[in-house]
Nanobody, 115 residues
């Protein structure tokens, strides 16, 4: 059973930074991609950033230039460095792992940005 545990969320002033971490249990299958998604109150869950096997990354237009996704394969940890945070970044952030035949989600971590 794959387990994903996010951490690093919190309350931060606009312009500040946070780094989210997602630790995954040792996955015995090939990983297609890992990503960060977010869901704000009353809105659908949306992709924030994704990193594919091989290192290619994609970002939502709203976070390009501010957020960076990375992965420490040896430690099985996925990161999301978030800089220049804005109030509209406020949401619950979820980690996702895509194994091809199914994907898994973490429990989410709250990020709140105040102005």
């Amino acid at each position: 059973q794959v387990q994903l545990v996010e951490s690093g969320g919190g309350l931060v002033q606009a312009g500040g930074s946070l780094r989210l971490s997602c630790a995954d249990s040792r996955v015995m299958f090939r990983i297609n991609a890992m990503g960060w998604y977010r869901q704000a109150p009353g809105k659908q869950r949306e992709l924030v950033a994704i990193i594919f096997t091989g290192g290619r990354t994609n970002y939502a237009d709203s976070v390009k230039g501010r957020f960076t996704i990375s992965r420490d394969i040896a430690k099985n940890i996925l990161y999301l460095q978030m800089n220049s945070l804005k109030p509209e970044d406020t949401a619950v952030y979820y980690c996702n792992i895509d194994l091809g035949f199914r994907d898994y989600w973490g429990q989410g971590t709250q990020v709140t940005v105040f102005s």
